[in-house]
């Protein structure tokens, strides 16, 4: 990703703006070990793309957040009796989304855990082996983008990336098969992972870009703690 300065970060954070504060859903720092189970979990169901980005994590660089509820204290990520709503999990992770594009020239990808090479309808899509993947640029409008990660994947597993390298040009996936060295890049270029949490209402979003990280740290870090 390419370097951007306090106040590009400033501009993108801003862009979220205070009404997801108030809502019952919002971005929070959780523990990182507890993101990192869940995250290589679901990587290892993934596409030859997901189980690299799974040898990619360092535990000593990956910060991990969630969009929990307002109320969230003691609630962990495998809680499924406790969750956001899911329309307010998709609006706030649209504005998430929405900033990051301010300092990212990047694409949403979706790896598809339920279509296959051959199925009905696979138009614009890239194949890795016999999995399907799917992919938006981040500047789509954020409803767009949401509801890529909605559709694109069953939500269990949900392993969907945001990818961009430091020229600031992200690899964009040709529509057929991808090669291994494609493969390779795509993987390389992840900056941010994102994974279904709850009963695959709200998400968990792990960081492995310093430029990522600062932005999501400026958001969670004006976030009142819960009365």
């Not at 959780?30 to 995250?39: D, H």
């Not at 990280?213 to 009142?224: G, K, M, N, R």
Request: charge should be negative; glycine fraction near 8%; hydrophobic fraction near 40%.
């Amino acid at each position: 990703m390419a370097s951007t300065g306090r106040a590009g970060l400033s501009r993108a954070s801003a862009q979220i703006g205070d009404d997801h504060m108030y809502g019952p859903g919002t971005l929070v720092s959780i523990a990182r070990g507890e993101g990192l189970n869940w995250s290589r979990i679901s990587l290892r169901q993934g596409s030859r793309v997901s189980r690299q980005v799974a040898g990619r994590l360092d535990p000593d660089r990956v910060h991990a957040y969630a969009i929990l509820p307002r109320d969230r204290a003691g609630i962990e990520v495998a809680d499924f009796a406790r969750s956001v709503g899911v329309s307010d999990a998709d609006r706030v992770l649209g504005k998430i989304l929405q900033a990051l594009s301010a300092i990212s020239d990047g694409i949403l990808v979706v790896d598809d855990d339920l279509a296959r090479r051959g199925d009905p309808g696979l138009d614009d899509v890239s194949f890795v082996d016999d999995r399907v993947i799917r992919w938006l640029d981040l500047r789509s409008a954020p409803d767009e983008l949401t509801r890529l990660i909605r559709i694109g994947a069953s939500g269990y597993p949900l392993n969907a990336f945001i990818c961009d390298n430091s020229s600031g040009e992200a690899f964009r996936p040709s529509a057929r098969s991808l090669s291994e060295s494609e493969v390779d890049l795509l993987a390389g270029e992840v900056r941010l992972v994102i994974h279904s949490i709850f009963d695959a209402e709200s998400f968990l979003l792990l960081a492995i870009d310093d430029g990522i990280e600062e932005l999501l740290e400026s958001i969670t870090s004006s976030v009142d703690p819960p009365p």
